[in-house]
């Protein structure tokens, strides 16, 4: 049944919604499974207990929704995730766990997750994420949402910091800089930028000197925060 299209859920569709719960931990797994199986409007249609399971499972059973946790033993679901998503009319996938950090939020969006959730989330909201997902809305509990917004805030900051910064050198010290964010030699600069060795060094030393900085490291990382690497 590799490759089966599942399901369209259409607007206004009061049919249950199949979910997929996957969770290396058996009692997670019935917890979630006795408490989505209480909720109105939905129903488990199966568990899988590792990231590998996940294809056969829902090629079995055709969730509307995957819950799916991250760190498991043989595959993670960030790949499961991608895998799932790569497939034709995949079913959507709210990942639930208690790693919260930028780089799994993230990764799981990424890899096209519609959701993330904490494991602490009141069931009932668990509940109803997973209705809203299955009518094609994301979700994200407001605990992430707020820390991605954070993250964007300092990164905004990072950003217009840097570019400020950047703007206090040459044209020909810029194009030294950027080099040297992409992390070229003195050598390689001087070859791609059509000057001597010499010169290069005399630029790299002004260029510490005007931005205040101590080593070419530091210039690597403003030029990533400028976005310019």
């Known amino acids: 049944m590799a490759g089966v299209n599942l399901p369209v859920r259409a607007l206004g569709d009061d049919t249950p919604v199949r979910v997929l719960v996957v969770d290396d931990d058996a009692l997670v797994r019935a917890g979630l499974t006795m408490m989505l199986d209480g909720a109105p409007g939905i129903i488990v249609v199966g568990e899988a207990t590792d990231g590998d399971e996940v294809s056969a499972m829902v090629d079995a059973h055709a969730p509307d929704v995957v819950l799916m946790d991250l760190r498991m033993p043989r595959v993670d679901g960030i790949t499961a995730t991608r895998r799932l998503r790569a497939r034709p009319r995949p079913p959507e996938i709210i990942v639930l766990t208690t790693f919260d950090t930028d780089e799994n939020i993230l990764h799981a969006l990424r890899a096209g997750a519609s959701g993330f959730l904490l494991k602490d989330t009141p069931p009932a909201r668990i509940a109803e994420a997973v209705r809203q997902v299955a009518a094609g809305e994301p979700i994200l509990s407001p605990?992430?949402?707020?820390?991605?917004?954070?993250?964007?805030?300092?990164?905004?900051?990072?950003?217009?910091?840097?570019?400020?910064?950047?703007?206090?050198?040459?044209?020909?010290?810029?194009?030294?800089?950027?080099?040297?964010?992409?992390?070229?030699?003195?050598?390689?600069?001087?070859?791609?930028?059509?000057?001597?060795?010499?010169?290069?060094?005399?630029?790299?030393s002004h260029i510490l000197t005007k931005l205040d900085l101590d080593n070419r490291t530091q210039i690597a990382l403003l030029v990533h925060d400028a976005d310019l690497a």
């Open 143 to 204: 605990r992430i949402t707020r820390r991605l917004m954070d993250r964007v805030a300092v990164q905004a900051g990072a950003y217009a910091r840097a570019r400020a910064t950047l703007a206090a050198l040459s044209p020909r010290e810029r194009d030294v800089v950027i080099a040297i964010g992409q992390g070229g030699s003195n050598t390689e600069i001087a070859r791609s930028l059509d000057m001597t060795l010499a010169t290069v060094k005399t630029h790299v």
